[in-house]
């Protein structure tokens, strides 16, 4: 159990160090500044007395690893908004539908899994869409997360100003990658069933300050325009 998780808080590391690394290049700061590089600077003799770690040690060392995380995160939340800060635009706040065409089958609240056939809670809104059909963003943002993630599949997660998160998940393809500022319109992915899903759909969320709220507050009933350069943006 302890080395499973030890294992995923690298994993974690190696991942915000490459999204920070990333995000440093973009906003033209001074790398060394924000270093995601190298580890912190240690020393000391090379010589001295040895034993093995006792349970109570492993698990500060298990803690000292989840402040190093979460140290990286707020790092990355800084450089996020010096990014935003920079190239903001009118279509900063969330807006319009993720999919241009489509319709909504399951909203924010508590449901019946179609899977579990479970009474609950469903943190998004589900929008039934044909397969390979363009997802874009409803803002502009920064993509903070690019990739798979349990039962969502493969997912695109992208902030905003204001400590706005929106996440479009079960995607087939996703066309973007951490660190990359993308535009309101924007296509970011396709539509697919990956993940937990019973057939083609994205599921959308709207995150406020690490909590997931009814996207309907913030977006329109509307579909968002694609961008026309849309159609040349390649998978990441």
């Not at 990333?22 to 090379?46: K, Q």
């Not at 990014?83 to 539908?97: H, N, R």
């Not at 066309?175 to 990956?194: C, D, F, H, P």
Request: charged share 25%.
């Amino acid at each position: 159990m302890i080395a499973s998780r030890v294992g995923e808080m690298q994993a974690e590391l190696l991942r915000l160090n490459a999204l920070g690394e990333r995000l440093v290049h973009m906003s033209g700061l001074n790398p060394e500044e924000f270093d995601f590089t190298d580890p912190p600077p240690r020393g000391g003799a090379e010589e001295g007395p040895a034993r093995d770690f006792t349970i109570r040690e492993i698990a500060s060392e298990l803690g000292g690893m989840v402040s190093l995380v979460q140290d990286r995160k707020r790092k990355l939340e800084v450089l996020e908004d010096v990014i935003m800060d920079k190239d903001l635009t009118a279509q900063a706040m969330p807006s319009g539908w993720p999919v241009r065409a489509g319709y909504v089958t399951s909203r924010f609240g508590f449901r019946v899994h179609p899977i579990k056939k479970r009474r609950l809670f469903h943190e998004g809104v589900d929008f039934a869409s044909p397969r390979g059909t363009a997802i874009v963003a409803v803002a502009d943002g920064v993509v903070t997360f690019s990739g798979r993630k349990g039962g969502y599949g493969r997912t695109v997660d992208i902030r905003h100003v204001n400590g706005l998160v929106t996440r479009y998940a079960h995607n087939q393809d996703n066309l973007v990658k951490e660190g990359q500022m993308v535009r309101q319109g924007q296509k970011i992915a396709t539509v697919g069933s990956s993940g937990t899903a019973t057939g083609p759909h994205v599921h959308f969320e709207v995150i406020k300050d690490g909590k997931a709220v009814d996207p309907f507050r913030y977006i329109d009933r509307q579909p968002t325009p694609v961008l026309a350069s849309a159609s040349e943006d390649q998978p990441g």
